[in-house]
């Protein structure tokens, strides 16, 4: 199997305008983004972006970079676009532009849950959350399994219902993803369903069509970026815990 890490990079964004650009302790986001992406055991990596400052940007730090169409919807659009250029590649790995922190060894989980079962079309991550201001958070999307690590559903509502009080069944999903190539080409035409329209949460399409998703346990909370808050906590762990990029 061959893995290729895609990396979708905007430059609009409602809360933080330009953020892959963004400055973090010397080196831009996407830089930080793209070169811990490549500490993994992926075979490639490409930045796909609509923007050419973006573009640019990726080539100048010495990094690969692929000018995708202005109208995609989501990510996973995009995404779909790359894999028409990349057709020698078995697993696209989608690993978010707003994460400057990504732990390698988060995506080679990704790449592990592939190899030790041919038959899985898509898998994420999850980790465990123990505080009720988490577990309440709407913007902590929450993931509930089968006894096999499939997920049952997503939701940035509480779930499970708290009837019987155990914060330790309580899992943030993590929006990185792996999908088998010729699976998330024909994820992207499909229409959007319901439950994702009403949770905005784009993989519920996945199992509103009957398609499983298998979630892996990752011990890594990550900081991702939405907001000048959350870009100065980044940059305050980097300096904190001498986090290097080279």
């Known amino acids: 199997m061959k893995f290729l890490g895609v990396i979708p990079s905007r430059y609009a964004s409602t809360r933080l305008e330009g953020k892959p650009l963004k400055d973090i302790c010397g080196h831009t986001m996407?830089?930080?983004?793209?070169?811990?992406?490549?500490?993994?055991?992926?075979?490639?990596?490409?930045?796909?972006?609509?923007?050419?400052?973006?573009?640019?940007?990726?080539?100048?730090?010495?990094?690969?970079?692929i000018l995708t169409r202005k109208d995609h919807e989501n990510g996973t659009s995009r995404i779909a676009e790359v894999c028409q250029h990349f057709d020698n590649y078995d697993v696209i790995v989608n690993v978010?532009?707003?994460?400057?922190?990504?732990?390698?060894?988060?995506?080679?989980?990704?790449?592990?849950?592939?190899?030790?079962?041919?038959?899985?079309?898509?898998?994420?991550?999850?980790y465990k959350i123990d505080t009720m201001e988490e577990i309440e958070n709407p913007n902590y999307v929450k993931v509930v399994?089968?006894?096999?690590?499939?997920?049952l559903y997503f939701s940035r509502s509480?779930?499970?219902?708290?009837?019987?009080?155990?914060?330790?069944?309580?899992?943030?999903?993590?929006?990185i993803y792996g999908y088998k190539r010729d699976f998330v080409i024909e994820y992207a035409k499909m229409e959007s369903t319901p439950l994702e329209k009403s949770e905005s949460l784009e993989q519920l399409r996945a199992l509103e069509n009957g398609y499983r998703i298998k979630v892996m346990e990752t011990p890594y909370k990550i900081?991702?970026?939405?907001?000048?808050?959350?870009?100065?906590?980044?940059?305050k762990y980097i300096i904190e815990n001498n986090v290097k990029l080279d």
């Not at 990596?45 to 010495?62: P, Y």
Request: glycine share 6%; net charge negative; no cysteine.
């Open 96 to 126: 978010q532009g707003d994460e400057p922190l990504i732990e390698p060894e988060m995506i080679n989980s990704i790449i592990n849950s592939f190899k030790e079962d041919s038959t899985i079309s898509m898998s994420t991550l999850k």
């Open 158 to 175: 509480v779930i499970p219902y708290p009837r019987n009080l155990e914060i330790k069944n309580y899992y943030k999903h993590v929006g």
């Open 145 to 151: 399994t089968d006894k096999k690590g499939y997920a």
């Open 223 to 235: 900081i991702g970026v939405d907001t000048a808050e959350e870009l100065e906590k980044v940059k």
């Open 30 to 65: 996407i830089e930080w983004v793209y070169k811990r992406t490549k500490l993994s055991n992926l075979d490639d990596v490409v930045v796909a972006t609509d923007d050419e400052r973006i573009f640019k940007e990726v080539e100048k730090f010495g990094g690969k970079a």
